[in-house]
């Protein structure tokens, strides 16, 4: 099992006990002007406020500098720099303040250069992630996820013959069963923090079905520190399907757990607009509570029971319901009003 080993990223620590992280990647290059990269900040106080706890930037050129320092600087959640190639951005990238930084070692050169990165790393009290992927392993003859496994034991025997063991691993596939051999394999032998992660995973649908079956069975057997769900789409989508994982393994407790039907004929409330206008608001919440969104009356009174809050309708004539009762009946045009003043007054 992993994690017993820590690494600090920052003030935020990883290991056994600790707990387990959302990561997700900005999708842009980084802006120049400060207005853009406030909006930058802003965005990630938002991912923030819906539970994402570290951002990972690319850190293509020296030309980002400045740029990249002002996030580093300003950021409430720790940066991370993605490096590939030039060892010197990875130095750059540690100068501009990131908490941790991702490389793979083989492709960075000489080892006199990986070692280079590590004693800055050092110096900076700066993480390094071992990030590899499938796809960018050296040559061999071992079935990928031994050689995945034992590439990055081979890296962490150079950093440690450096004194640096502020390490985080990562080992991700397309494949999903490549994916959990590697990990469930690295496990066994290293008390390092992994990221879990399937790398390239597709569109909304497949990248979430593929993410959640090998991350949820690794989380499930206590491997795992952090994690990412890639996916083709927004980043948004990422953390909330990075939340809804670990709320449903009992891994992560705060936040809004929807309860909402997927509409049928019946419907003479639509839910799925309602849900559409108002789960922007609830992403943003942290209060542990369950909230159901019904389009009628047939299961609708039954799931508010259950529910913290909820909300179901016939025509213009909208229910809120809070701990199965039914408190209030509003118009469609004031129920979203509704029930975010309920939400914030529960308790």
């Not at 706890?53 to 300003?74: G, L, N, V």
């Not at 991370?80 to 941790?100: E, M, N, P, S, T």
């Not at 397309?174 to 790398?199: I, K």
């Not at 757990?257 to 639509?270: E, I, K, T, W």
């Amino acid at each position: 099992m992993t994690g017993d080993h820590q690494v600090m990223i920052g003030n935020t620590i990883l290991g056994r006990g600790f707990p387990i992280l959302i990561q997700t990647m900005y999708d842009s290059a980084l802006p120049k002007d400060i207005g853009a990269l406030d909006d930058l900040l802003r965005r990630i106080g938002k991912l923030n406020a819906m539970g994402c706890d570290i951002i990972r930037f690319s850190y293509p050129s020296k030309d980002d500098h400045a740029s990249f320092a002002y996030i580093c600087k300003h950021s409430p959640i720790p940066v991370v720099a993605d490096i590939h190639f030039d060892y010197q951005l990875a130095l750059d990238a540690i100068a501009c303040g990131c908490r941790k930084i991702r490389i793979n070692p083989g492709n960075i050169g000489s080892r006199w250069k990986v070692d280079e990165v590590v004693k800055s790393a050092k110096d900076h009290n700066t993480a390094i992630r071992i990030g590899l992927n499938s796809g960018s392993l050296p040559k061999g003859n071992d079935p990928v996820p031994t050689l995945m496994c034992n590439t990055a034991l081979t890296y962490l025997s150079w950093f440690e013959q450096a004194n640096f063991t502020n390490t985080v691993v990562s080992l991700k596939a397309s494949d999903t069963e490549v994916t959990l051999e590697a990990n469930r394999l690295f496990a066994s032998l290293s008390d390092y923090p992994l990221h879990l992660g399937v790398t390239e995973a597709g569109s909304v649908v497949s990248a979430i079905t593929r993410s959640t079956w090998a991350l949820g069975q690794l989380l499930s057997e206590g491997i795992g520190n952090t994690l990412r769900i890639s996916i083709t789409g927004e980043i948004e989508t990422e953390v909330q399907a990075g939340v809804e994982l670990l709320r449903t393994l009992g891994l992560r407790k705060k936040g809004i757990r929807v309860v909402s039907c997927p509409r049928c004929g019946r419907h003479s409330f639509d839910s799925q607009g309602f849900l559409q206008s108002i789960e922007a608001d609830l992403l943003t919440i942290d209060k542990d509570l369950t909230v159901a969104i019904m389009g009628c009356q047939v299961n609708g009174p039954g799931e508010a029971k259950a529910a913290d809050l909820a909300i179901t309708g016939i025509g213009n004539s909208i229910f809120l319901y809070e701990k199965g009762v039914l408190v209030k009946k509003v118009t469609q045009q004031d129920a979203k009003a509704a029930l975010l003043e309920a939400i914030e007054h529960a308790k």
